[in-house]
Each structure stands twice: as C-alpha cells, then as structure tokens.
C-alpha cells in the first residue's frame, strides 16, 4: 500500500470519520475514494461501513497505518474500541473472535449525528482554522448529550434542515460519501424533497457556524456528562464500571415505557422535549425502539438524569413498584420492559437485579394447566420449536385442526412454564420470541386452549414429553446456551466461501451465492443448532443493508427457506443443506464443547461462538 501524498495528524479525542473527512478535503478526494486508496473499502467498489468507527480490522488497519504513516496505537484511537472494556455496547457490537458477526447495539450512533459547534470551528492553529475541530469519538454514543468544555448540550440538528436518517438503518460510515470538495464542518446529510428537487443534495451548512440549542445544561446535568466520560475513559475498568452503564441504560428504557408517568421525574424544564421524543417512539411502535439512546440530545441528557438518580436511591424496589403500580399492571408496556430487562439481567447490577426481579415475577401470573408432580428438566433444556423426534413420537399422531408450528410453540411455551411458573408472554421471550409475537401468542394460547377438541388430547401428550425429558434429565442439551451462543451470529463471509467452494457446480446457469444466500443459510444452520424458529432467528447481515435492500432480501426469504427444507430439493439445494447440515452437526459439538455453568460471564461465553475448530482455549 504506497503511502499517500500528505497526511495528517489526529486531533485529540478525534473520530475516524472526522479524521477520514478532514484528510479527503485535504487531498482533494471524496471520502469513499480516499477510503478504497487506504484499503478501508474494496478497490472493486462498496462504501465506508459504520462498523468501521468501532474498530479497524486487521488487515485494514495495515493498510490504513501504511497510506497515512500513522501507528497502529493512533488509528485505534481513532476507534473506538479503546472503551470497549468500559462500554458494554462497544463489546456487544465488537466480535471478541475472528467470525463473530456483531450485535447492532442502538446505543451507538451511526453518521454524524451529534456535534458542538464550537468543538468543530476548533482552536486558533493554521491546521484547524482551515480544516476544522474533531469530530469527537465520544458523539458517536448515546451517553454523550453535552460538551463539558463549552457548557452546552449537543446539537444534532442541521441549521438548514438537512435530515440525517434513522440511525439504526444507516449502514455508511459518512453520508454522501461520495462527494468531493465538502468542509469537514459542512452538513452532509439530504435537504428535505420538494416538487421540483426530486434528488436530494448534500445540505452543506457550515456546522461550525451553527448556533447552540437555546437550553443550556444544567450544573448538575454537566456533572452528570462529565462523570459519564470520565469513567468511559477510566483505565481502571471493573465490573462496577460495566453495570453501571447497563443499569442506566435499562432504567432510561424503563423511564420512556412508562412517559408520561415518568414525568415528574424529569426536570420540568426539559420535560417537553422528552414528550417530543416519546411520541416519536410512539409513532415507531414496538418494544425495541425503547431500548435505544433518546434522539435529541437534551432528551437523553434529561432521561439519563432520571436513570442515574433512581440509582442513588436506597429503595430502589419501591421506586421500580411504583412503576409497576402505576403503568405496568395489567398492560403490555410490562411485558415489553422484562423483554429489556432479560437481555441486560446479566450484565446489570446485582443492586437492580434483585430490585427488579421480584417485581417482573410478582406482576407474571402463570396461565395454563398445572405442571405434573415431578419435573426433572429445566427451562434451558427446551428448544422453541420442540426436536423433531419429540413431536414426531407425541404429538404427529393428534387428530385436530392447529397447525403443527402453533403446536409445537404452544407445547415449548408450556412446558417452560411448569419449570418457571411464568407467564405465557415471558416464556415466549425466554425462548426467544419477539415481544410482540409472544404477546400475541399469549392471545392465541388463551383462545386454543378454551376452544378446541384436542386439548385434552395434546396435554396427555405434552405430559408424556416431559415424563420423558425428566427421565433423562442428566443427558439433555442446554438449548438455551446454543441460543446465547448464536445471538446476532451468522457465517462468516471467508467460511461461507470454503462451504459454497466444495459444491459441485451445477450444470448451465450457476446459482447466486451472494450475501442474501449467505444469511439465509445462517438461519439454516442457527435452526438446527438451536432448534427454534426460522422466524425468529438473527439476521445481522441483512441488518447491515441498506432500507429498500433489507425489504427485498425479507421478500424472498421464504424462497430460499423452502429451497432448503422441502423434501425433493433440487440438485444445488439439496448439495448445500448437506454441507449446511455437517457445519451445523460440527458447530453445535464445538459448543457444547465449551459449556460452562449457566452462571457464566458474558465474555466466557462470547468465546464459544468462533467458528468450528477455532474455539479460544
């Protein structure tokens, strides 16, 4: 990689991205031309992915340091992976392991969402007046609502209404990438669309120039920031550290689930930017949209307030009750909080644990029929979707009219519950379950077992089942560390190419084996590994992509899923699910290999989701 003509040196506390702006404007080229000049992007063609503000990879970052004469300890911290140890959505987000897919953590933000006007116009250097300030690492997370140097919160909005996307499906590094001859400091999102301006432009407002939100930051809320990023920052990183940032996170969700309860919590002054942003997610619908940093920079600063003082507090069951009491009783936002509550449980703290697991399990009355007198299973030794010799030899021989895949989630869903005591919708989540589909499943559990002639029957049968787990109770798979094993996974692109590669080609025109073939035969694998739901399996590549091409790639997906599971699969399918069905036989033996008590570290169990045969010992 030759060196590039003139370089720079990285501001402090400097972005990626606002490095990769300053340099193209410095040499003239559109960032996207100086990213595939530096090997951040194929020569062959794609744009700048907004993974990349987390970390560079390997051979990246060789190529990058070699263009830029840069050492590898400056382009990492131009990352930011130097927090990753302090930041739980930094290691969910950056694979531990070679082959990992990442987890899409909304507590990253993607583009250049937030910014200070001043931080931007910089200082009085010749380097700065001309280029520009840093483009902060710190605006990249949804912890950062303020800029403690000049006393004001964050902007994130243009001066003249350039409109940045939805962060969560943003996949570029640096909007119009593409484009050459755009300050560092210029606007680089769309004008809004008239009659007569069909495409969108760059906005190119001069965001140094920008004037401050017209709220200032409280003392106390500027504590707040300044105590977020100092122990960001912290090199000393523990546990404490860690849960901190995940109580606070669960909390601010528990925070805009209940709005407008909530309010009174929040101080008044700020409460009706907040109400803007709990529309917004009301408009959005769905649980996940509560699990995100708020928009608006003063709404975060304002919810993180709240979070952060609910930690102070010595009784924090009692405060969590009032929650319950007062928005959660009786009401799916309850249920939508515990789907939160679940993925933080083991990375918050033992403080919050313990105030808010009895709460979840109080307001979880436990619907169905009751459990036989000896139960030998646990909850982990059950798949979503039942194996398929259980269903074959209990439940293929029931006369009735339900579909065999209502079936076989209402008997997982049951039999969860004699071993939990939970409540049908909590199970559903337990098992892997969308929170809206569990609520609905919840629903149609309720009609089904009123209502139809084969209920008697099928609890006879469900009976017998776990008659039979119990009994063996000592050999069954931990179905639940697979499905931890396999969250946000999928094949790695190098894999996906050793797999396709030993098939056989077929005669006459080839087959597409292209990214969308590449997710559809990770769900493949992930079903045969775990047992659950194609429905409801991870799809990090495609949650990479684009808008329109996330759409298309949801439209043919049950194309693909019949291709691989009908009975007389033509010559190229039926040659791929072998090699499918052999790597997922190998991936599941390489982590059960690696199963650990179900007490074990998020990091322990990061370890097993490396490819077959690359396991870390």
């Known amino acids: 990689m030759p060196c590039l003509p003139r370089s720079l040196d990285p501001l402090p506390e400097e972005s990626l991205p606002g490095y990769l702006l300053r340099l193209s404007f410095r040499l003239d080229l559109a960032p996207g031309e100086l990213g ?23 051979l990246s970052i060789k190529e990058f340091t070699q263009a830029t004469r840069l050492s590898r300890d400056e382009a990492r911290l131009l990352t930011l992976s130097t927090w990753r140890r302090n930041y739980p959505p930094i290691q ?18 993607g583009g250049l969402d937030r910014y200070c006007p001043q931080c931007l116009a910089g200082d009085d250097s010749p380097i700065q007046r001309e280029y520009g300030g840093p483009w902060k690492k710190e605006w990249h997370l949804g ?27 943003a996949p570029r590094l640096i909007p119009f990438e593409g484009f050459r001859g755009l300050h560092p400091t210029a606007c680089r999102y769309p004008l809004p669309a008239t009659a007569r301006r069909l495409r969108r432009p760059p906005c190119r407002a001069p965001l140094d120039q920008a004037p401050a939100p017209a709220v200032r930051p409280t003392p106390r809320l500027l504590a707040l920031q300044h105590h977020l990023l100092s122990l960001l920052k912290t090199r000393d990183a523990d546990d404490e550290v860690r849960e901190y940032f995940s109580d606070l996170h669960l909390l ?24 803007i ?46 929650f319950f009491d007062s928005t959660f009783a009786g009401t799916p936002a309850r249920a939508g909080w515990a789907q939160i509550f679940t993925k933080y ?31 030998g299973y646990r909850a982990e030794n059950i798949p979503a979707h039942l194996e398929p010799d259980w269903y074959a030899r209990h439940f293929q021989k029931l006369d009735g009219p339900t579909d065999h895949k209502i079936l076989r989630r209402i008997a997982a869903i049951q039999l969860v519950q004699w071993t939990t005591q939970a409540s049908i919708s909590e199970a559903a989540r337990y098992l892997g379950v969308e929170a809206e589909q569990a609520l609905c499943t919840e629903n149609n559990t309720h009609i089904w077992m009123k209502s139809t002639r084969e209920v008697q029957d099928f609890k006879i049968a469900l009976s017998g089942l776990a008659a039979e787990l119990s009994s063996q109770a000592d050999g069954l798979i931990n179905y639940q560390y697979r499905r931890e094993a396999l969250r946000g996974w999928s094949l790695a692109p190098r894999t996906w190419q050793e797999l396709t590669s030993r098939l056989e080609p077929p005669h006459g025109k080839q087959p597409v084996l292209d990214d969308r073939k590449r997710q559809d035969a990770s769900v493949f694998i992930w079903v045969l590994v775990t047992r659950g739901e194609h429905l409801f399996a991870p799809r990090p590549i495609e949650a990479e992509q684009p808008l329109d091409i996330q759409q298309d790639w949801a439209r043919r997906r049950n194309t693909t899923w019949f291709q691989l599971t009908r009975p007389d699969p033509m010559r190229h399918y039926a040659d791929l699910r072998k090699a499918l069905t052999d790597y997922a036989r190998q991936l599941a033996a390489d982590i059960e290999a690696r199963t650990v008590p179900t007490r074990e570290t998020r990091t322990e169990r990061a370890n097993i989701n490396a490819q077959p045969g690359q396991l870390k010992r």
């Open 92 to 109: 969910r987000w950056l694979p531990p392991l070679h082959g990992q897919s990442p987890q899409i953590d909304k507590w990253i933000l």
């Open 252 to 275: 601010a969700a528990l925070i805009t689930i209940s709005w407008p309860d909530s309010r009174r919590r929040i101080a008044s002054i700020f409460a009706p930017v907040v109400d």
């Open 277 to 322: 942003e709990a529309d917004a997610r009301r408009v959005l619908g769905g649980i996940r949209v509560h699990d995100a940093s708020p928009v608006d920079p003063i709404a975060c600063g304002a919810i993180l307030d709240a979070a952060h003082s609910l930690l102070q507090i010595d009784s924090l069951r009692d405060a969590l009750a009032e």
């Open 36 to 58: 595939r000049a530096i090997g951040l992007v194929s020569a062959s063609g794609g744009y700048l992915p907004r993974r990349l503000v987390l970390d560079l990879p390997g």
């Open 345 to 375: 449980e083991k990375s918050c703290s033992q403080h919050l644990r313990s105030a808010a697991a009895p709460l979840i399990r109080t307001y979880s009355p436990s619907p169905g029929w009751t459990a036989p007198r000896s139960i």
């Open 143 to 169: 912890i950062g609502f303020a800029c403690p140097q000049h006393e004001c919160f964050l902007g994130h909005h243009c001066p003249r209404g350039g409109q940045p996307p939805d962060y969560d499906r």
